[in-house]
């Protein structure tokens, strides 16, 4: 099933067939806020924990310097490079 949004801001879901059923701006503003949030809780997830124990402080450290890097709209490559050194640097001053 996909979802697009209409010219009135409310969101147009169509199946299979002709069938088309316009959901309220508000659901459509809902499905947004729900597919960051679960979005946040992955990266948080991720950046947190490793083998199911907390990662220490290098990871989530070179994550919150991919995001801020991300954020301010650096290319990509530098980003995961950047990031990746930051982590690594940390780990190989012994930080955990």
């Known amino acids: 099933m996909a979802a697009r949004t209409g010219a009135a801001g409310g969101g147009r879901v169509a199946g299979g067939g002709t069938d088309v059923a ?3 701006p508000r659901v459509t503003e809902l ?3 729900a597919a960051t949030v679960l979005l946040v809780a992955l990266i948080a997830t991720a950046a947190l924990t490793a083998g199911g124990a907390f990662a220490g402080v290098a990871l ?3 994550v919150l310097t991919g995001g801020v890097l ?3 709209r650096v290319p990509f490559v530098v980003v995961v490079v950047v990031a ?3 982590a690594a640097g940390l780990r190989a001053l012994g930080v955990p």
């Open 70 to 72: 991300a954020w301010r």
């Open 60 to 62: 989530p450290a070179g």
């Open 31 to 33: 499905m947004s806020t």
């Open 84 to 86: 990746a050194a930051v």
């Open 22 to 24: 316009v959901l309220p």
